[in-house]
């Protein structure tokens, strides 16, 4: 019976995608991992590749929909069900044993520490990843209507536009300064 379970597909699927996802959540990054792991032994590397650029082409996560697609190639629509069942079991409980865990120490005192000393940390990352948008090349920085578009986003968030209004906005200003 342990013989029959190592040399199914089935229980390769799930394994290959239980351990892709305990290794590396994300999913653009497991991508390397699902190529080492899938090609030669479930698909060849032209499906493969046919794959991740299916998984690209629709929204959504990538590393469930290469574990359909991946699934679906190995072994029909069971192996569909079998891939997401490995794909999702190691977020799932990853996500359950932390909600249980902060359940339990909601109430102290140094977590209201930890959060409001992680807020400008969290900040700051994000004016880091917004100054690596704007730049162009090595060390200039995106033009004079970049700027002016961020300028007037930003009054517009401080003055409670709607999030989707604001970028609503900037696209189509976007398509007016950047023809």
Same mark, same amino acid.
């Given at each position: 019976? =342990?013989?029959?379970? !190592?040399?199914?597909?089935?229980?390769? @699927?799930?394994?290959?995608?239980? !351990?892709?996802?305990?290794?590396?959540?994300?999913?653009?990054?497991?991508?390397?991992?699902?190529? !080492?792991?899938? %090609?030669?032994?479930?698909?060849?590397?032209?499906?493969?590749?046919?794959?991740?650029?299916?998984?690209?082409?629709?929204?959504?996560?990538?590393?469930?929909?290469?574990?359909?697609?991946?699934?679906?190639?190995?072994?029909?629509?069971?192996? %569909?069900?079998?891939?997401?069942?490995?794909?999702?079991?190691?977020?799932?409980?990853?996500?359950?044993?932390?909600? @249980?865990?902060? =359940?339990?120490?909601?109430?102290?005192?140094?977590?209201?520490?930890?959060?409001?000393?992680?807020?400008?940390?969290?900040?700051?990352?994000?004016?880091?990843?917004?100054?690596?948008?704007?730049?162009?090349?090595?060390?200039?920085?995106?033009?004079?209507?970049?700027?002016?578009?961020?300028?007037?986003?930003?009054?517009?968030?401080?003055?409670?536009?709607?999030?989707?209004?604001? @970028?609503?906005?900037?696209?189509?200003?976007?398509?007016?300064?950047?023809?």
């Amino acid at each position: 019976m =342990r013989n029959w379970l !190592k040399s199914s597909k089935h229980f390769q @699927l799930f394994w290959m995608f239980l !351990k892709v996802n305990l290794i590396s959540p994300s999913g653009p990054a497991s991508i390397g991992l699902l190529y !080492k792991e899938s %090609v030669g032994s479930l698909m060849t590397e032209e499906r493969f590749v046919e794959a991740v650029g299916f998984s690209n082409f629709l929204p959504g996560s990538e590393a469930l929909k290469l574990a359909m697609f991946i699934g679906h190639a190995a072994s029909g629509v069971t192996g %569909v069900f079998i891939a997401l069942l490995g794909a999702v079991l190691p977020p799932t409980v990853m996500m359950l044993a932390l909600s @249980l865990v902060l =359940r339990q120490i909601q109430h102290e005192n140094w977590l209201t520490g930890f959060v409001a000393g992680m807020s400008p940390a969290v900040a700051a990352l994000i004016v880091m990843v917004a100054w690596e948008l704007f730049r162009v090349g090595k060390n200039k920085v995106a033009d004079k209507r970049a700027l002016f578009i961020a300028a007037l986003s930003a009054v517009a968030f401080w003055l409670d536009v709607p999030s989707p209004l604001v @970028l609503l906005g900037a696209g189509i200003l976007g398509v007016l300064l950047f023809r």
